[in-house]
């Protein structure tokens, strides 16, 4: 007589759909991460440059927005579980006025990794990678407000600003802006 385990075909039939079911459903939520995390010349996480800060919300649902004292700038740290993805510029809102959930973004500042454009560019990547992607670096600007370091490259999108710091023997890139050359 032999030992084993034996199963009802219907059993069968239903754990393969079961299966089937959890399959989609697992990889089609990492594509949809992958697609909330794209950074465009125009948005970050679906967020377009111009939306206002409710609407931002709805698109990252489960973070902290946190607002954060800049000379003369009203400025939102986007956090999740305390660790910053994000930061939105927000528009001028007038004198004395205060931003609220329907002032205007005009700048999306990039710091978290997870968020990358289409052709891969992330921070934490070494600038040595973008050139091969947004062609050769232009120049070298030392920003006076901060200090920060910013290269521009030969074939980025006019909407892209790269912030970088020395690491190593090179640089990498520490943050990627997103604004309207309009605003």
Do not use: W
């Amino acid at each position: 007589m032999r030992a084993g385990c034996f199963l009802k075909p219907s059993l069968v039939r239903d754990s393969a759909i079961i299966s089937l079911i959890l399959g989609v459903n697992l990889f089609g939520q990492n594509a949809e991460t992958q697609s909330n995390n794209l950074i465009t010349p125009t948005s970050v996480a679906g967020i377009t440059i111009g939306a206002n800060v409710g609407e931002a919300r709805k698109f990252l649902r489960g973070t902290s927005f946190l607002r954060v004292e800049g000379e003369g700038i009203e400025i939102v740290d986007v956090q999740l579980n305390q660790k910053t993805l994000m930061y939105f510029y927000l528009e001028p809102t007038g004198e004395g006025a205060p931003a609220d959930e329907s002032t205007n973004i005009e700048t999306i500042e990039v710091v978290d990794s997870r968020y990358r454009t289409s052709e891969g560019i992330h921070c934490g990547l070494k600038v040595s990678e973008v050139g091969k992607i947004y062609g050769k670096m232009l120049e070298f600007i030392v920003n006076d407000y901060d200090e920060s370091e910013n290269m521009p490259f030969s074939d980025r999108p006019e909407n892209y600003q790269f912030t970088v710091e020395k690491s190593g023997g090179g640089y990498i890139i520490i943050k990627i802006s997103v604004s309207d050359p309009a605003f």
